[in-house]
């Protein structure tokens, strides 16, 4: 089995940190755009920020007929071994938030 260049067969992130990436760069896309980039479905996605949201990584902020989305950079990462660093270290070593002075 062959994967594609565009579609590989494992990733190191999950669609959970890939649809924080993507609202992280951009703050303003719908989840049709964050579905497309991340190549899952709409449903998934809008699945995916409601529980970004749950877990206080994303707040939702209604703009009229669309959403924007701020992201809480101070937020742990979840799991026991990442545990000790934030989603703001992960974003800004990717380029997608801007480092913080001290």
Known sequence: MTTQPD?????FFTNHGHVL???AADPDLRTRDVAELV??????AQSIVTDLV???Y??????????RYEVHAD??????LERDHSVGELLVTLGKLPKRRS
């Not at 579609?7 to 990733?11: D, F």
């Not at 190549?39 to 998934?44: A, D, H, K």
């Open 7 to 11: 579609k590989p067969g494992w990733t």
């Open 54 to 56: 749950e877990a206080g």
């Open 39 to 44: 190549g899952i479905t709409e449903r998934s």
């Open 75 to 80: 937020t742990p990462l979840r799991h026991p």
């Open 21 to 23: 990436v993507c609202l």
């Open 58 to 67: 994303l707040t939702r902020i209604k703009e009229g007929r669309r959403n």
